[in-house]
Structure formats: C-alpha cells, structure tokens
C-alpha cells in the first residue's frame, strides 16, 4: 500500500470556525488523522497563520505535523524552514498606497513568527465585531517604518461588507507583484507572487517524492483554491462561499469525513 498525505487548513476547517484555536480541535477530527498517521500515513496543514502555532498544534495532536504557513510563505518540510518574503520597498508601497487611499482597514505586516500593526481608527477600531481588537493591540508590535523587518504577509482587518471592494482595489494597483486572497469574510491576506498554499503543498509533494494521487487536501476560503486547483482529490467545507466551493472536487462537513472519503476512494 502506497503511503499518503493529507493536507489540511485550520481556521474554519480543522478549527471550529466560532472558537479558531488548537484547544478546540474536535475529538473525532483529532482521533481521525491519529488514526490516518498511525497507518503509515502523513498528515500537513497549510494556513495563513505563521508558523509559531506548529508546536502547539502537535502538542493537541500528539503527532509531527509539516506545516505550510502564511499561506505559504513560510514552510516547515521535513524539519528545514523555508522563508518567502516580500521585497520591502513592495511592503512600503502597500502602505503608503492604503494609506493615500485612505483604505477603512487595520494594517498587520506577519514575519515568520510575530506581527506587526500600524495604529488607526479605521476599522475595526472604528466598530464592533468579529475581530478582537484587544488581541491586536496586546499581540502585535506597533510599526516603525525603520524596522529592518522580513515580511511574509501583510494582512488587512476589513469589514465584511467592503472586503471584496477593498481587494478589487489592491488587485487592480498590487496584482503583478502580490497573490492577493481572502483568508476569511473580513481579512485580506497578501503574499508574493507565486507564493500561496498550493505552490507549498507541491513543494511537499517534491520533498516526499509523491504523485499527486497520493495527496489530498481540505480547505474553505479563497486562499485554499490555489491547492484545490493542484490537486484532483480536494475537499471543501460545506460553510465555504459559492465561489470557493467550485473549485473543489468535493463537499465536506469535516475533516474527519473527508479523510474517510480520502481513504476508501485511494485503497
């Protein structure tokens, strides 16, 4: 039996999408992929968030787990990191243009492992909502622009009802330099060009020498399009936009379901 991979995202999809931390992984996805790895199987995930939440991760999971981070900017493959990082001149335009534009959005620069916000009263410090503004102020570094920093993503904290706006703009100004996709219904995440989940879950596939009808991957968001468009065998969370779901082979309401899918289809 030829040995597989898994490859799931977090937010929305492994993590409940009310509460997104590893504590609340549920037990049936969690004993799911024991289960999957225990058969000789290996499981990844690919996220937007930095790779600082691995550790943690396989401390709930109690397995070693490959992790594509910011959405694929930063990689951990076989216990070698890899960083993909924004020139920062590139950096510097995204804010002077946001700022000139006068953009209704919070501005959060992630290197590998911390993240940096620049102090506004645009949203959403200006409203109430999903985003906790304590956690951005108590979490992040307040940015200098003399900071000598190595970016991987620059996020935008956006309202709901602008995002899809707000992202045609950067499209239009940023679109052949930057991967530009909604991670959630209220963030705007910004990569390099070229950088994204799916070139990520190739490069696993390279490290492991695999084909990909051994791979599978799960997902929910715009950013995870980029791996349902490599891999014939992808799965989309039932909660995920029209657009979204397209893209996927399949329609799931879990990880656990979609591995058990995974599994009969590739005996």
Known sequence: MSKKLFISDLDGTLLKSE?????????????????????????AVATARGIDYKNELEEILKIKV???GNNGACTMIAGKMKVH???????????????????????TL?????????????????????????????????YDE?????????????????ALEI?????????ESLEIVLSDTDII??????????????????????????VAVVGDTENDVSMFQCINQSYCMNHAMDHVK??????????????RHFQKKSK
């Open 110 to 142: 992630n290197t590998r492992n911390e993240f940096f916000y620049i102090p506004t009263n645009k949203f959403p410090f200006n409203s109430s909502g999903r985003i906790n503004t304590e956690f951005i102020v108590k979490n992040g570094i307040v």
């Open 167 to 175: 992202k045609e703009i950067l499209m239009n100004q940023f679109n």
């Open 189 to 214: 995440d910004m990569t390099y060009k070229g950088c994204n989940k799916g070139k990520g879950v190739l490069e696993l596939i390279e490290t492991y020498q695999l084909n990909r009808e051994q």
């Open 146 to 162: 003399t900071f000598d920093l190595e970016i991987t993503k620059v996020m935008f904290f956006v309202a709901e009802n602008k």
């Open 85 to 107: 990082s924004i020139p920062y001149e590139l950096v510097k335009q995204i804010i002077k243009f946001t700022l000139e534009k006068n953009l209704d959005v919070t501005i």
């Open 66 to 68: 490959d992790y594509i």
């Open 19 to 43: 509460k997104n931390d590893s504590k609340n992984i549920s037990i049936k996805n969690i004993k799911a992929i024991q289960d999957f790895v225990r058969d000789g199987n290996s499981f």
């Open 246 to 259: 397209k893209e996927a082979a399949m329609i799931v309401q879990s990880v656990d379901e979609a591995l």
